[in-house]
């Protein structure tokens, strides 16, 4: 099966926030986003701190447009 992919634009979503400029802001204010745990369930939340977007599903889902519906292809 050959499939075209098609890329039309890019940007990022992190622990230091949502899109491009604000991410590379953030890093060039030397910003750590480093931080324990809150959403992810992990045996090693205890151990390490982790770049986790502070966010519940349904709320990344909202601020990236995405339908909070259950869809299932």
Do not use: H
């Amino acid at each position: 099966m050959n499939e075209e992919i098609v890329i039309s634009g890019m940007g990022i979503y992190s622990a230091l926030g949502l899109g491009l400029q604000n991410n590379f802001f953030q890093l060039s204010q030397s910003r750590d986003a480093l931080s324990s745990l809150e959403f992810l369930d992990t045996i090693y939340q205890n151990e390490y701190p982790f770049g986790e977007i502070k966010k519940s599903t349904s709320e990344l889902k909202s601020d990236l447009g995405i339908s909070t519906e259950k869809n299932f292809y």
